[in-house]
T-cell receptor, first 112, second 112 residues
Framework: EAQVTQNPRYLITVTGKKLTVTCSQN?????MSWYRQDPGLGLRQIYY???????DKGDVPEGYKVSRKEKRNFPLILESPSPNQTSLYFC???????????FGPGTRLTVL | AQSVTQPDIHITVSEGASLELRCNYS??????LFWYVQSPGQGLQLLLK??????LVQGIKGFEAEFKRSQSSFNLRKPSVHWSDAAEYFC??????????FGAGTRLTVKP
């Protein structure tokens, strides 16, 4: 089944404790992206990647890192999480851009 | 950079009534326009997209949208709403710069 998977789905952590949210797609898509969703703000793009080893900042990259070492994986790294990074995070992928993006199920992160 | 405005935060319609969700965009070139739907606790699913050609596009679940360049709009319509259409709807615009911007979303409630 074609899909985008994210892990974990739920995470509660404390300020400053490094964490990684994994994202994997099995559709051989070149383009991958991370978004955060906050009430009243819709989805805001954090980082995106056009292909392996090619990443670029979206609208809200501060406090986040990404890497694209393999085509299928695009992890989101929070080196020192803060409470303002409490949010719902979505990974998405597409064959190319701009085009339809396929979204993962989301990761709800709470930073205490 | 492109931007998207969804003027209506929340809309309530009766089951069987018609629906129109508004979307206005700002982009200097021909935009790539999308409508996504998010059911509670789910990721986003593409309803329809417009890249070029016929300005009236048909999507899944009986939805359609019309691109009006003169009004910078891409409104979503459905002639008869079903209770299962209750969800949050997002308009998005993509650009040749490979980034994607989403509106803040419109939450649809369907009254029986």
């Amino acid at each position: 089944e074609a899909q985008v998977t994210q892990n974990p789905r739920y995470l509660i952590t404390v300020t400053g404790k490094k964490l990684t949210v994994t994202c994997s797609q099995n559709m051989n898509h070149e383009y991958m992206s991370w978004y955060r969703q906050d009430p009243g703000l819709g989805l805001r793009q954090i980082y995106y990647s056009m292909n392996v080893e090619v990443t670029d900042k979206g609208d809200v990259p501060e406090g986040y890192k990404v890497s694209r070492k393999e085509k299928r994986n695009f992890p989101l790294i929070l080196e020192s999480p803060s409470p303002n990074q409490t949010s719902l995070y979505f990974c998405a992928s597409s064959f190319r851009t701009p085009n339809e993006q396929f979204f993962g199920p989301g990761t709800r992160l709470t930073v205490l | 950079a492109q931007s998207v405005t969804q003027p209506d935060i929340h809309i309530t319609v009766s089951e069987g009534a018609s629906l129109e969700l508004r979307c206005n965009y700002s982009y200097g070139a021909t935009p790539y326009l999308f409508w996504y739907v998010q059911s509670p606790g789910q990721g986003l699913q593409l309803l329809l997209k417009y890249f070029s050609g016929d300005t009236l596009v048909q999507g899944i679940k009986g939805f359609e949208a019309e691109f009006k360049r003169s009004q910078s709009s891409f409104n979503l319509r459905k002639p008869s709403v079903h209770w299962s259409d209750a969800a949050e709807y997002f308009c998005a615009v993509g650009s040749n710069n490979n980034d994607m911007r989403f509106g803040a979303g419109t939450r649809l409630t369907v009254k029986p």
